[in-house]
């Protein structure tokens, strides 16, 4: 476990206290958002295509549902870990609050690469885990949807699972469902598209043109890749990007469409000949106007901070700034879009897809993405003025709003029994 994983729930924390602290928040409501309401721990067997069985951990954390039902991604990944997954679920729930839609924050995990499985194994690791998880989701409870090192096709299986439990059909189990089963037009561009609208927002608001904006983009995987198409259709000169084999740097502007090539055919960006190679590090200090961190968390922190040089920072990935660096950027000028809001465009259209599937009745795609636009240049406004008016950052701006939010939501219930 490296030492910033463990710091991510602290982060999460310390930024909920900072909002507290600005609210000042009454200290028995502190205590009840400051933690999660759920965690269950999972231990399960997994059979090998070999016939030998594996031992894997998974988690599935609620850490609030006063607004709706519990909602949140699940994750893959070999290093994650509880504490991570309770930062997550944490950030959910000012998220979705952040973005005013009825729904509190969760988050799931397997500790699991899941390059290293076979697709069988996959199916069977993903049924297993949503079987011990089923005690606490449903479409009325909690609602899984995809994450790091999940897709579309793992939210089918766990749809299905569920399903059969209960012996029909249960859609609205999950969001990020393939279309086929009840998914959203627009739900895998989703996350990029709101990211999209915010920075686009962002810039204007710094009187700042998009066309021949340089970028550079940290993930190439489903936010990061498509948020390189869309700002690169929208003119602006995407100069660098990098996935977990490294990095691709070219100053005069990646052939974005090549990018996708090369990686379609190569599973990685490493070795693409028409740019120079860039390390992780550097790619987030490079001149440009906006710098989008879409992979994992913790990547700017007090080391960096002070060398990052990008004019707008659009959030993508859960948590990718430090509270510590998010002071020096902010010292800086640098206008940083925060998780809670740049990101909320797939928890968003997760909504729309919910909501599809319970009415039955689906829209077109041009219908989602002008109700994400709406919902996303409408919590960007509302944030943006909170902060000018407050002086404070949009993340402190969008935190107040959104634990208000929650918070109210708490006194407006009571506390049972
Ligand atoms: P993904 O697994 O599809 O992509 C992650 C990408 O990051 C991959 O290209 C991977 O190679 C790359 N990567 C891993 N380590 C890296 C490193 N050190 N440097 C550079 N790249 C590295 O995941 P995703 O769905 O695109 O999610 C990316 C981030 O956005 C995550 O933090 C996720 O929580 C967040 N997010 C995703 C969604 C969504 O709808 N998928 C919604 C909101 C937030």
Known sequence: MSPDRVTLYSNAQRQFDLAADALDLDPRMRAILRVPQRELIVNFPVQKDDKSIEVFTGYRVQHNITRGPAKGGIRFHPRVTLDDVRALSM????????????????????????????IHELERLTRRYTSEISVLIGPDRDIPAPDVGTDAQVMAWVMDTISMHRG?????????????????HGRDQATA??????????????????AGARVAIQGFGKVGATVARLLDDMGATVVAV?????GIYNPRGLD????????????????????????????LELPVEV????????QISGINAARIRARIIGEAANAPITPEADEVLFGNGVFVIPDILAGAG????????????????????REVNAQLERVMVGAFRSVLRAAQERRVTMRTAAYLQAVERVAQATRIRGIYP
């Open 256 to 283: 974005v469409g090549a990018v996708f090539g090369y990686k379609a055919h190569h599973g990685r960006l490493a070795g693409y000949r028409e740019a120079e190679p860039i390390s992780h590090s550097d790619l």
């Open 193 to 210: 598209r709101g990211l999209l609208y915010v920075v686009r927002e962002a810039a204007e608001a710094l009187s700042l043109s998009l």
């Open 168 to 184: 029909h059909t249960v859609p609205a189990v999950v969001t990020g469902k393939p279309l086929e089963i009840g998914g959203s």
């Open 91 to 118: 950030i959910m729930t000012w998220k979705c609050a952040t973005v005013n839609i009825p729904y509190g924050g969760a988050k799931g995990a397997v500790i699991v690469d899941p390059r290293a499985l076979s």
């Open 242 to 246: 990098s996935d977990s084999s490294g």
């Open 291 to 298: 710098l989008v961190p879409a992979s994992l968390s913790t």
């Open 346 to 365: 797939g928890v968003t259209v997760s909504y729309f897809e919910w909501v599809q599937g319970l009415q039955e009745f689906f829209w077109t795609e």
